[in-house]
């Protein structure tokens, strides 16, 4: 949501948001593990792809500096040619459908407890 609503910001300024973020968790809950999911790619915003592509390699960077979880969530949602699968989303190609948080769901269960 933020590159949707600040499309010339840049992957490094979304880096330090969420390295202020996650410093503010482990001031609070130092032993608590954080576990990130990437942004999507939705179908509407293929334009923002490169943008989110560039921050989730940066942020699964930091995280595995770390040693905190980062999970792919486009790799489950992709179609053989490597785009988001259509069908999973509603009409506006932003919010998913069913299908889809139950992609989410089976990939993020094995990290839950």
């Not at 996650?22 to 809950?29: D, G, P, R, T």
């Not at 932003?94 to 269960?109: F, N």
């Amino acid at each position: 949501n933020d590159f949707a609503s600040e499309e010339s910001l840049k992957a490094k300024v979304v880096l330090k948001r969420f390295k202020t973020f996650y410093a503010s968790i482990k001031e609070f809950h130092p032993n608590v593990p954080v576990v990130y999911v990437s942004a999507k790619m939705s179908p509407s915003r293929k334009h923002l792809w490169k943008q989110f592509a560039e921050s989730n390699r940066l942020i699964e960077k930091f995280l595995k500096n770390k040693k905190e979880t980062y999970i792919d969530i486009n790799k489950a949602m992709e179609d053989s040619n490597g785009n988001p699968r259509p069908e999973l989303y509603l009409d506006d190609m932003l919010h998913m459908k069913k299908d889809g948080y139950l992609i989410w769901a089976k990939v993020m269960a094995p990290y839950l407890k």
